[in-house]
């Protein structure tokens, strides 16, 4: 290909972003992409994924970015710039495989709740931040949030008030006791090192402040991980089974307490809607797959490139990402300025970033049929990596409450919905 | 059963008492060897390959059409269609993969077996693959297509030839790098390549073992992982003149025609399967901690649309069907009439059949997700199966020349 790629270009001025940007490229080029294909093989066990976790996460140290500097971490939850970076970081590895992308992410997301600002709890940022700075492997987390019956009901948050949630932590003394079983959590399956666990103190209830969040190792005696289930696509991030039996952790485990833990955990819901980054890099990728494709395979003897037909679905492919990406770093520019836009935990931030994941993930899915059926044949071959981003990003429509919750809450917000 | 039968609405009256014994024993073999074997067997070639001699065999599914002469039970083609398209539609049910792997062979033995220009020696031939003893012998397709801008070859709507003929007074010889063909390159006994000539286009059969064939390494696809495809080289690789027939527009639109028949009933099964799947899913799930899933309106809308497309699609899987056997009565003059008509129904009934089952996954979240449950290899499968087809462009292109007399596309 002899132009330059358009998707290169920053999407901010800041120097910072060329500087994670190029990191993050050579690791996806070196380490990800001349193995990836085999990716789809590797779900059960990472014997190649793994390897690449570790350098992204423990190598190069990115397990240590939220956490506060005063530990040894990078101290992005006190930047500005914190959803901004989070998404040039997950675009870049989402481009090379959405699977690690995710469960990279997922890493941060407890987190979230302990580590950013304006509500960073700091004795338990000290507590678990040396799991991550203190050691040469990669360190994963997780939120427990999915239970077997009810799917997105816990995410639902602003109708049922964690009313749903079967999992139970009860006081005894100076200790949470928690009993559950949650489904699917990103990095689990036996990957996990620490979970935040969304949990009831009062089963039924409807008022938040019996709604929390509760921090336990995985090697809290009580904690069982499954076997990671069988998928579609996503093989690099793992998901399983998890229980919880007669799980006891310190009271001060507890991420803020009554009312704040919901609250704060409705940031939690609005930042994993930056999971809209996980199509965008690999439609980046697809499209640089069909710069080279269509330039070399012809159809009635012309370049799939120059034939206008095609050239025409090229375009609402490029088309797509542009616009799907400007709703990203949009998003993301609104979610940094908590000054103007106010914080991220409201109903108005949780659907505008509803609204952009639903938007993205279904556009990026659209245009990516659009590549396979460009493709014709080969569309569905491994070899082009295009039907891998297939499988992938179409978990971006499912997870997080899929589309069905996005909708309600976009419309709970701007329709004043009130049952919905 | 009674999901096929009674749901979802088609012209049963296009089908006789014996076309409805033969689907009723396409489903039990359904039932039987594939659905209920599927947290085991799903995607277990060795299975799967089993499941297609079941079918093709024992069943007779493929010895339907041929003629009895040659073994067969000497059905016209043309007047099974409508009895193919219901027993397609109970193995797509079943695995779409295997359907494939069938209907490719259909819709070359028909071809075959109708065309004038075809010996008897490939016509025995082609029929001791497909009714013979023992496992299935698979004919690869290696259709015309995309072409590569490094090395052109012989054009035909717009499709490119893979591979080139040369004529010799006895025999042809056969040229091609890295030809992809449709279904099965790496197991297939035969391959039947769409080659371009001096004089024309043709298809040569050529057996897979014959000198300077080379097959490459397994593809890893993204579903039909039963069809184990690879590129193959045809390096002077020499047929003998019994074994190559001529094909033009109408030829190729002919075996077009099959392929989107069968597929399309194939695609039509596949999302009756995932219908069922949902709705099992779907039948006692409660939320909000209090209703039924099924009861929201918002996911029973989304539900609805699921069955709807499915309730578009069918009837004019069976209309083309019969517009098949009766071209007559649907104002068709010729073959490419009768294409156009398979080619949009192919394309409508694709797309349809991925939204319905799109939504069915997106109702049932990560459970639709994991192969546990089955609707993702659907999703895979058919996915693989329309792309399998050359993509919409190219058929898109097709309608253009027809509708608007378009010639430079």
């Given at each position: 290909?002899?132009?330059?790629?358009?998707?290169?270009?920053?999407?901010?001025?800041s120097?910072?972003?060329?500087?994670?940007?190029?990191?993050?490229?050579?690791w996806?080029?070196?380490?990800?992409?001349?193995?990836?294909?085999?990716?789809?093989?590797?779900?059960?066990?990472?014997?190649?994924i793994?390897?690449?976790?570790?350098?992204?996460?423990?190598?190069?140290?990115?397990?240590?970015?939220?956490?506060?500097?005063?530990?040894?971490?990078?101290?992005?939850?006190?930047?500005?710039?914190?959803?901004?970076?989070?998404?040039?970081?997950?675009?870049?590895?989402?481009?090379?495989?959405?699977?690690?992308?995710?469960?990279?992410?997922?890493?941060?997301?407890?987190?979230?709740?302990?580590?950013?600002k304006?509500?960073?709890?700091?004795?338990?940022?000290?507590?678990?931040?040396?799991?991550?700075?203190?050691?040469?492997?990669?360190?994963?987390?997780?939120?427990?949030?999915?239970?077997?019956?009810?799917?997105?009901?816990?995410?639902?948050?602003?109708?049922?008030?964690?009313?749903?949630?079967?999992?139970?932590?009860?006081?005894?003394?100076?200790?949470?006791?928690?009993?559950?079983?949650?489904l699917?959590?990103?990095?689990?399956g036996?990957?996990?090192?620490?979970?935040?666990?969304?949990?009831?103190?009062?089963?039924?209830?409807?008022?938040?402040?019996?709604?929390?969040?509760?921090?336990?190792?995985?090697?809290?005696?009580?904690?069982?991980?499954?076997?990671?289930?069988?998928?579609?696509?996503?093989?690099?991030?793992m998901?399983?089974?998890?229980?919880?039996?007669?799980?006891?952790?310190?009271?001060?485990?507890?991420?803020?307490?009554?009312?704040?833990?919901?609250?704060?955990?409705?940031?939690?819901?609005?930042?994993?809607?930056?999971?809209?980054?996980?199509?965008?890099?690999?439609?980046?990728?697809?499209?640089?797959?069909?710069?080279?494709?269509?330039?070399?395979?012809?159809?009635?003897?012309?370049?799939?490139?120059?034939?206008?037909?095609?050239?025409?679905?090229?375009?609402?492919?490029?088309?797509?990402?542009?616009?799907?990406?400007?709703?990203?770093?949009?998003?993301?520019?609104?979610?940094?300025?908590?000054d103007?836009?106010?914080?991220?935990?409201?109903?108005?931030?949780?659907?505008?970033?509803?609204?952009?994941?639903?938007?993205?993930?279904?556009?990026?899915?659209?245009?990516?049929?659009?590549?396979?059926?460009?493709?014709?044949?080969?569309?569905?071959?491994?070899?082009?990596?295009?039907?891998?981003?297939?499988?992938?990003?179409?978990?971006?429509?499912?997870?997080e409450?899929?589309?069905?919750?996005?909708?309600?809450?976009?419309?709970r917000?701007?329709?004043?919905?009130?049952?919905? | 059963?009674?999901?096929?039968?009674?749901?979802?609405?088609?012209?049963?009256?296009?089908?006789?008492?014996?076309?409805?014994?033969?689907?009723?024993?396409?489903?039990?073999?359904?039932?039987?060897?594939?659905?209920?074997?599927?947290?085991?067997?799903?995607?277990?070639?060795?299975?799967?390959?089993?499941?297609?001699?079941?079918?093709?065999?024992?069943?007779?599914?493929?010895?339907?059409?041929?003629?009895?002469?040659?073994?067969?039970?000497?059905?016209?083609?043309?007047?099974?269609?409508?009895?193919?398209?219901?027993?397609?539609?109970?193995?797509?049910?079943?695995?779409?993969?295997?359907?494939?792997?069938?209907?490719?062979?259909?819709?070359l033995?028909?071809?075959?077996?109708?065309?004038?220009?075809?010996?008897?020696?490939?016509?025995k031939?082609?029929?001791?693959?497909?009714?013979?003893?023992?496992?299935?012998?698979?004919?690869?397709?290696?259709?015309?297509?995309?072409?590569?801008?490094?090395?052109?070859?012989?054009?035909?709507?717009?499709?490119?030839?893979?591979?080139?003929?040369?004529k010799?007074?006895?025999?042809?010889?056969?040229?091609?790098?890295?030809?992809?063909?449709?279904?099965?390159?790496?197991?297939?006994?035969?391959?039947?390549?769409?080659?371009?000539?001096?004089?024309?286009?043709?298809?040569?059969?050529?057996?897979?073992t014959?000198?300077?064939?080379?097959?490459?390494?397994?593809?890893?696809?993204?579903?039909?992982?039963?069809?184990?495809?690879?590129?193959?080289?045809?390096?002077?690789?020499?047929?003998?003149?019994?074994?190559?027939?001529?094909?033009?527009?109408?030829?190729?639109?002919?075996?077009?025609?099959?392929?989107?028949?069968?597929?399309?009933?194939?695609?039509?099964?596949?999302?009756?399967?995932?219908?069922?799947?949902?709705?099992?899913?779907?039948?006692?799930?409660?939320?909000?901690?209090?209703?039924?899933?099924k009861?929201?309106?918002?996911?029973?809308?989304?539900?609805?649309?699921?069955?709807?497309?499915?309730v578009?699609s069918?009837?004019?899987?069976?209309n083309?069907?019969?517009?098949?056997?009766?071209?007559?009565?649907?104002?068709?003059?010729?073959?490419r009439g009768?294409?156009?008509?398979?080619?949009?129904i192919?394309?409508?009934?694709?797309?349809?059949?991925?939204?319905?089952?799109?939504?069915?996954?997106?109702?049932?979240?990560?459970?639709?997700?994991?192969?546990?449950?089955?609707?993702?290899?659907?999703?895979?499968?058919?996915?693989?199966?329309?792309?399998?087809?050359?993509?919409?462009t190219?058929?898109?292109?097709?309608?253009a020349?027809?509708?608007?007399?378009?010639?430079?596309?």
């Amino acid at each position: 290909m002899d132009i330059q790629n358009p998707f290169d270009m920053n999407v901010t001025s800041s120097p910072a972003e060329t500087y994670i940007r190029r990191i993050i490229r050579n690791w996806a080029d070196n380490v990800v992409i001349p193995q990836r294909r085999q990716y789809d093989e590797d779900w059960e066990e990472h014997r190649l994924i793994g390897p690449a976790f570790k350098v992204l996460l423990a190598d190069l140290g990115f397990q240590k970015a939220l956490v506060p500097a005063k530990y040894g971490g990078w101290n992005m939850g006190e930047s500005d710039y914190l959803v901004t970076a989070s998404a040039w970081m997950f675009e870049e590895i989402a481009r090379a495989d959405a699977g690690m992308a995710v469960a990279f992410g997922v890493c941060y997301w407890p987190f979230v709740m302990i580590a950013v600002k304006p509500h960073i709890n700091h004795r338990l940022c000290a507590e678990f931040a040396p799991m991550y700075m203190n050691t040469d492997r990669p360190v994963f987390s997780a939120v427990a949030m999915t239970e077997p019956q009810g799917g997105s009901d816990i995410e639902n948050i602003d109708l049922l008030h964690g009313k749903t949630i079967k999992t139970t932590a009860f006081l005894d003394k100076d200790e949470w006791v928690i009993n559950g079983h949650k489904l699917w959590p990103s990095n689990t399956g036996g990957e996990a090192d620490l979970f935040g666990v969304v949990c009831t103190t009062n089963p039924g209830s409807t008022r938040d402040e019996d709604m929390a969040f509760i921090f336990v190792p995985a090697n809290t005696p009580g904690v069982t991980q499954g076997k990671p289930y069988e998928k579609a696509g996503m093989a690099g991030d793992m998901n399983g089974d998890v229980w919880f039996e007669d799980v006891r952790v310190p009271s001060w485990y507890r991420a803020h307490g009554p009312g704040l833990d919901a609250l704060y955990f409705r940031e939690v819901l609005t930042l994993g809607m930056m999971s809209a980054a996980f199509s965008i890099g690999p439609m980046i990728n697809v499209y640089e797959i069909l710069c080279d494709f269509c330039s070399r395979k012809t159809l009635n003897g012309r370049p799939l490139k120059e034939h206008d037909a095609i050239a025409a679905e090229l375009a609402e492919i490029v088309t797509g990402i542009e616009v799907s990406r400007s709703a990203l770093y949009r998003l993301a520019y609104m979610l940094d300025r908590t000054d103007i836009y106010g914080p991220r935990w409201s109903p108005a931030m949780l659907a505008k970033a509803r609204l952009t994941k639903m938007f993205v993930a279904d556009r990026c899915l659209e245009d990516c049929n659009r590549a396979m059926e460009i493709m014709g044949t080969y569309g569905a071959d491994r070899t082009w990596d295009v039907e891998k981003h297939w499988r992938d990003i179409k978990m971006g429509q499912l997870y997080e409450g899929g589309k069905q919750l996005a909708q309600m809450d976009t419309a709970r917000y701007y329709f004043g919905c009130k049952t919905l | 059963m009674a999901i096929t039968d009674n749901n979802f609405f088609y012209p049963v009256e296009w089908l006789g008492q014996e076309s409805i014994e033969i689907a009723r024993s396409a489903a039990r073999w359904a039932d039987s060897e594939l659905i209920e074997k599927r947290l085991t067997l799903s995607e277990n070639f060795d299975h799967q390959m089993h499941c297609l001699k079941i079918l093709a065999k024992d069943i007779g599914l493929h010895g339907l059409i041929l003629p009895e002469e040659i073994g067969g039970s000497g059905l016209e083609p043309s007047q099974a269609a409508s009895t193919l398209v219901r027993v397609y539609e109970e193995v797509g049910r079943a695995d779409p993969c295997i359907g494939f792997l069938s209907a490719i062979n259909m819709a070359l033995a028909v071809f075959v077996m109708e065309n004038k220009d075809a010996t008897e020696e490939l016509k025995k031939e082609m029929a001791s693959y497909l009714v013979g003893p023992g496992a299935v012998d698979l004919v690869s397709y290696v259709p015309p297509g995309l072409g590569d801008n490094e090395k052109r070859r012989g054009i035909l709507m717009g499709r490119e030839a893979q591979a080139e003929l040369v004529k010799h007074d006895q025999s042809w010889s056969l040229e091609g790098e890295k030809a992809r063909p449709m279904n099965s390159g790496y197991d297939a006994r035969m391959y039947a390549v769409f080659s371009s000539a001096s004089d024309g286009f043709f298809l040569a059969f050529v057996p897979s073992t014959t000198q300077g064939i080379t097959r490459g390494d397994i593809i890893k696809t993204t579903g039909l992982l039963a069809s184990r495809n690879t590129d193959i080289d045809f390096a002077h690789v020499t047929i003998p003149q019994t074994h190559v027939v001529p094909i033009d527009e109408v030829g190729y639109m002919e075996v077009s025609i099959w392929m989107d028949l069968l597929l399309a009933a194939i695609a039509i099964g596949s999302a009756i399967d995932v219908f069922r799947l949902v709705r099992d899913w779907a039948d006692n799930r409660i939320i909000k901690g209090k209703g039924l899933l099924k009861e929201n309106p918002m996911d029973a809308a989304v539900l609805a649309q699921v069955a709807m497309d499915i309730v578009n699609s069918r009837p004019k899987v069976h209309n083309l069907a019969r517009a098949v056997t009766r071209p007559e009565s649907f104002g068709i003059q010729d073959t490419r009439g009768l294409f156009i008509l398979a080619e949009s129904i192919f394309l409508d009934t694709m797309d349809r059949c991925l939204h319905s089952i799109n939504r069915a996954m997106e109702m049932m979240g990560s459970a639709g997700y994991s192969k546990e449950w089955n609707v993702e290899k659907h999703w895979r499968d058919l996915k693989t199966m329309q792309v399998y087809m050359g993509g919409r462009t190219p058929m898109e292109m097709d309608a253009a020349r027809y509708f608007y007399g378009s010639i430079e596309v």
